[in-house]
């Protein structure tokens, strides 16, 4: 069984940047594609970018190219997703969302618990 | 990319009805299609993958079909604990987009 304990509650202020943390237990973060999907207050859900195991590769929504860094720390089992330059439309909760590598669906079966990052002046 | 088309957005529904939510996609995405379940201030849950198999733990009640383009999530019999947000999410290819969700409420 897969956990993912994400990090607590940000607000940041417009132009600042954040950076989420997922943490894995059950299994190991290489046994694992991890992606980033965010839901704006009252809004559907919007994938962000993820780990491609296909060409192991991270592949990035065009929408967030250039904004969002998405790492992987494998000695600590612990994804990350940095989101800089923020504005207040990035007010959100950032959900890490995984999928075992090698699964018959490479969609998300497991969820983290949500960050709420608040975007403020 | 590929656009979901989910449909209708929002419906009202009692304790027993069928329910049926579906997706259609701007292009052919075989079976690789997952519906969602999220509750308010919850993580969306998996309850259908590869369009129609049945996520594990998930009641019975819960069916999706379809392959290609158009698709499909009937609850049989909707329960006081069925009243959520649906989602599908097609991951044929990148960048994974979401349906727009339909909120299923009580009449």
């Known amino acids: 069984q897969v956990q993912l304990v994400q990090s607590g509650a940000e607000v940041k202020k417009p132009g600042a940047s954040v950076k989420v943390s997922c943490k894995v237990s059950g299994y190991t973060l290489t046994e694992l594609s991890m992606h980033w999907v965010r839901q704006a207050p009252g809004k559907g859900l919007e994938w962000m970018g993820g780990f491609d195991p296909e060409d192991g590769e991270t592949i990035y929504a065009q929408k967030f190219q250039g904004r969002v860094t998405m790492t992987e720390d494998t000695s600590t089992d612990t994804a990350y997703m940095e989101l800089s330059s923020l504005r207040s439309e990035d007010t959100a909760v950032y959900y890490c969302a995984t999928a075992l590598r090698g699964a018959v669906a490479d969609d998300f079966d497991y969820w983290g618990q949500g960050t709420l990052v608040t975007v403020s002046s | 990319d590929i656009q979901m088309t989910q449909s209708p957005s929002s419906l009202s529904a009692s304790v027993g009805d069928r329910v049926t939510i579906t997706c259609r996609a701007s292009q052919g995405i075989r079976n690789d299609l997952g519906w969602y379940q999220q509750k308010p201030g919850k993580a969306p849950k998996r309850l259908i993958y590869?369009?129609?198999s049945l996520q594990s733990g998930v009641p019975s009640r819960f069916s999706g079909s379809g392959s290609g383009t158009e698709f499909t999530l009937t609850i049989s019999s909707l329960q006081p604990e069925d009243f959520a947000t649906y989602y599908c999410?097609?991951?044929?290819?990148?960048?994974?987009?979401f349906g727009g969700g339909t909120k299923v409420e009580i009449k």
């Open positions: 590869a369009a129609s």
């Open positions: 999410l097609q991951h044929n290819s990148y960048p994974f987009t």
